[in-house]
T-cell receptor, first 111, second 116 residues
Framework: GDSVTQMEGPVTLSEEAFLTINCTYT??????LFWYVQYPGEGLQLLLK?????DKGSNKGFEATYRKETTSFHLEKGSVQVSDSAVYFC??????????FGQGTRLTINP | KAGVTQTPRYLIKTRGQQVTLSCSPI?????VSWYQQTPGQGLQFLFE???????NKGNFPGRFSGRQFSNSRSEMNVSTLELGDSALYLC???????????????FGEGSRLTVL
């Protein structure tokens, strides 16, 4: 079945560092891909998405490109802030079907 | 407009009891989904309701059930609680009009269930 694999956490960086969180997926065909963020004590918020191959999703300085050749959707940010500390989830979805999530990556940014 | 509202936010139950969680979707949203979040299993899909009908179901035992009312509010019920049911239960709503027009999912803050 479909699955999503994220890099193991936790990830700890200093403020203004470059961030990459790896995400790869296994699926037959080309589902939509998403990154969600969960701040402490809150639910999930959609961070960005891409619905077809080679699309780039971007929001709040974060970017991810849908790479069908490598079945990847890595999350990047050029300069992280303390406020970016959260848990990040990569996910895939077929149309209106369920979201299939990766295991989540906890990110901590130190000032 | 108001977001997805889940009640209660926190609750503690003992093994064998049952629990009902409530979710009020964003106004106008007719699709409601439920997910279970645990440290060990991560985020797993429970079920989805659209216009009072269960449209999709995850791989959970029959102790987990849900329903949706005509005003799109949804409840999920877990009977005969087990320790392993301790989790954050997240509800999400969307403006989905069908399988081909999924709509973005908006999540509530969750109901944290502890089973003792």
């Amino acid at each position: 079945g479909d699955s999503v694999t994220q890099m193991e956490g936790p990830v700890t960086l200093s403020e203004e560092a470059f961030l990459t969180i790896n995400c790869t997926y296994t699926a037959t065909g080309y589902p939509s891909l998403f990154w969600y963020v969960q701040y402490p004590g809150e639910g999930l918020q959609l961070l960005l998405k891409a619905t077809k191959a080679d699309d780039k999703g971007s929001n709040k300085g974060f970017e991810a490109t849908y790479r069908k050749e490598t079945t990847s959707f890595h999350l990047e940010k050029g300069s992280v802030q303390v406020s970016d500390s959260a848990v990040y989830f990569c996910a895939l979805r077929w149309g209106a079907q369920k979201l299939v999530f990766g295991q989540g990556t906890r990110l901590t940014i130190n000032p | 407009k108001a977001g997805v509202t889940q009640t209660p936010r926190y609750l503690i139950k003992t093994r064998g009891q049952q629990v009902t969680l409530s979710c009020s979707p964003i106004s106008g949203h007719r699709s409601v989904s439920w997910y279970q979040q645990t440290p060990g299993q991560g985020l797993q899909f429970l079920f989805e309701y659209f216009s009072e009908t269960q449209r999709n179901k995850g791989n959970f035992p029959g102790r987990f059930s849900g329903r949706q009312f005509s005003n799109s509010r949804s409840e999920m019920n877990v009977s005969t609680l087990e320790l392993g049911d301790s989790a954050l239960y997240l509800c999400a709503s969307s403006s989905s009009k069908g399988q081909a027009a999924p709509g973005e999912l908006f999540f509530g803050e969750g109901s944290r269930l502890t089973v003792l």
